[in-house]
T-cell receptor, first 113, second 111 residues
């Protein structure tokens, strides 16, 4: 595997379900990010982890819960979501202290029924 | 408020017809400006980073330029495979971990 990978690529869940999105980066980076991309809206930053510590939480509802067990893995735990949470969820990683360019994974397309 | 605006929202070109996409920004302190390409159903693919006014970068048919208020992505003699959504984002000198994205320009190149 190379770059940033995300699983699953597609997810359909009911409003009462609990699911998790997984992201793995193979670039040796020390920072990871979750973004939400909705139709006709700019990418919205949700969470930032630097050196495995959460450094930013952009007023995201508590039904989204991130977890970063190490510098290569990032999870987004989902529970009791709403239909308006349907979107493309993107993971990215970067190396802080250098160019800081963020490299993105392919995303998970989430549909909440 | 820090803001990034891209124009036009959509652009249709004939193959070979050169054009430019615009990204204007209003931020408290620019650290870097990034261009990405995004194909439908995929994650953004990194193209360029620009750091200072006057800087230019090129890759195949694409050339990105930066001024103190905006950036342009020039597309020379585009091909149908250049069809995609092009995203512009800025990072701030006060918060290097955060990118502020524009809404994107969707480019369609017809053969």
């Amino acid at each position: 595997e190379t770059g940033v990978t995300q699983t699953p690529r597609h997810l359909v869940m009911g409003m009462t379900n609990k699911k998790s999105l997984k992201c793995e980066q193979h670039l040796g980076h020390n920072a990871m990010y979750w973004y939400k991309q909705s139709a006709k809206k700019p990418l919205e930053l949700m969470f930032v982890y630097s050196l495995e510590e959460r450094v930013e939480n952009n007023s995201v509802p508590s039904r989204f819960s991130p977890e970063c067990p190490n510098s290569s893995h990032l999870f987004l735990h989902l529970h009791t979501l709403q239909p308006e949470d349907s979107a493309l969820y993107l993971c990215a990683s970067s190396q802080e202290g250098t160019t800081e360019t963020q490299y993105f994974g392919p995303g998970t397309r989430l549909l909440v029924l | 408020e820090d803001q990034v605006t891209q124009s036009p929202e959509a652009l249709r070109l004939q193959e070979g017809e050169s054009s430019s996409l615009n990204c204007s920004y209003t931020v408290s302190g620019l650290r870097g400006l990034f261009w990405y390409r995004q194909d439908p159903g995929k994650g953004p693919e990194f193209l360029f980073t620009l750091y200072s006014a006057g800087e230019e970068k090129e890759k195949e048919r694409l050339k990105a330029t930066l001024t103190k208020k905006e950036s342009f992505l020039h597309i020379t003699a585009p091909k149908p495979e250049d069809s995609a959504t092009y995203l512009c984002a800025v990072s701030l000198s006060s918060n290097t971990g955060k990118l502020i994205f524009g809404q994107g320009t969707t480019l369609q190149v017809k053969p």
